[in-house]
């Protein structure tokens, strides 16, 4: 299996940036397809943005069209989400998750924490 470890989160003000990172360990991170969740409080977790195996084909939640990217790096087994534009409505725990195929995620992080004030 593969084990998630996410950085990069802290406090930011609307309109600043921020890069979270998932950096795995085990099984190569080539062989997973990966997802970035958030859970803002009192609210379900909700998709944010995916990315298949090879980087090649990614897909994104509306709410972070345009402003989110993700991206990966299998030589250092590192997914990224680069956030710009944040609002406070970003504001939330951020996970990744991963899984073999793109689309399921079996495996999952413990979080990072997003806040963005106004």
């Known amino acids: 299996q593969v084990q998630l470890v996410e950085s990069g989160g802290g406090l930011a003000q609307a309109g600043d940036s921020l890069r979270l990172s998932c950096a795995a360990s085990?099984?190569?991170?080539?062989?997973?397809?990966v997802g970035w969740f958030r859970q803002a409080p009192g609210k379900e977790r909700e998709f944010v943005a995916q990315i298949n195996r090879s980087g090649g084909i990614t897909s994104y939640a509306d709410s972070v069209k345009g402003r989110f990217t993700i991206s990966r790096d299998n030589a250092k087994n590192t997914v990224y989400l680069q956030m710009n534009s944040l609002k406070p409505g970003d504001t939330a725990v951020y996970y990744c998750?991963?899984?073999?195929?793109?689309?399921?995620?079996?495996?999952w992080g413990q979080g990072t924490q997003v806040t963005v004030s106004s």
């Open positions: 998750a991963a899984g073999e195929y793109y689309g399921t995620y079996r495996y």
């Open positions: 085990g099984r190569p991170f080539s062989s997973y397809a």
